[in-house]
Antibody, heavy 116, light 113 residues
Framework: EVQLVESGGGLVKPGGSLRLSCAASGFTFSSYSMNWVRQAPGKGLEWVSSISSSSSYIYYADSVKGRFTISRDNAKNSLYLQMNSLRAEDTAVYYC?????????WGQGTMVTVSS | DVVMTQSPLSLPVTLGQPASISCRSSQSLVYSDGNTYLNWFQQRPGQSPRRLIYKVSNRDSGVPDRFSGSGSGTDFTLKISRVEAEDVGVYYC??????????FGQGTKLEIK
């Protein structure tokens, strides 16, 4: 079965850190660029970061640049998002997703809550 | 940065009637390869998003043919020919032309009157 499963979300204090993981299965993970997209409670979708298949190209939204780091391990079919210096406005459901011409796959999301 | 602007943001529709959502980009979405990477996503209540349309007008596998996409350059439209109850949710356009630096529209909430 083709799927993405996120994990690592939770409650963290402002200024804290969290590392999200996304486990891929059912497709050739190493062939595709990967993305993190978030959705604050009651709000729309916001692109966060993307990484090319070989990690050669990495991009971030301005809202997270310098605080978040995306990475991947193709041997483990896994995508990561290291989130540092977290702020209240980072509170959201974080989705990992593959979005290419042939198909799109989204995980179920993992909730990150930044609150004291 | 490319800004995507959708309208309307709220769309009440009677069952069986058509619906239309507009999406405008702040710059042309035509890529150097000649393709236009404009996608439409649907997010039903409590679910993850799923794509309906890619490259302006191509329906994803399993998407009913009552959904159609059109447009060019900076102006795009998603149309539903006859709205059904299962179409309730929020619809987003997303540009993929600027590779790995994607942008979503604000979302359009479709509800049944």
């Amino acid at each position: 079965e083709v799927q993405l499963v996120e994990s690592g979300g939770g409650l963290v204090k402002p200024g804290g850190s969290l590392r999200l993981s996304c486990a891929a299965s059912g497709f050739t993970f190493s062939s595709y660029s990967m993305n993190w997209v978030r959705q604050a409670p009651g709000k729309g979708l916001e692109w966060v970061s993307s990484i090319s298949s070989s990690s050669s190209y990495i991009y971030y939204a301005d809202s997270v640049k310098g605080r978040f780091t995306i990475s991947r391990d193709n041997a483990k079919n896994s995508l990561y998002l290291q989130m540092n210096s977290l702020r209240a406005e980072d509170t959201a459901v974080y989705y990992c997703a593959v979005i290419v011409d042939a198909f799109d796959i989204w995980g179920q999301g993992t909730m990150v809550t930044v609150s004291s | 940065d490319v800004v995507m602007t959708q309208s309307p943001l709220s769309l009440p529709v009677t069952l069986g009637q058509p619906a239309s959502i507009s999406c405008r980009s702040s710059q042309s979405l035509v890529y150097s390869d000649g393709n236009t990477y404009l996608n439409w996503f649907q997010q039903r209540p409590g679910q993850s998003p799923r794509r309906l349309i890619y490259k302006v007008s191509n329906r994803d596998s399993g998407v009913p043919d009552r959904f159609s996409g059109s447009g060019s350059g900076t102006d795009f439209t998603l149309k539903i020919s006859r709205v059904e109850a299962e179409d309730v949710g929020v619809y987003y356009c997303m540009q993929g032309t600027h590779w790995l630096m994607y942008t979503f529209g604000q979302g359009t909430k479709l509800e049944i009157k």
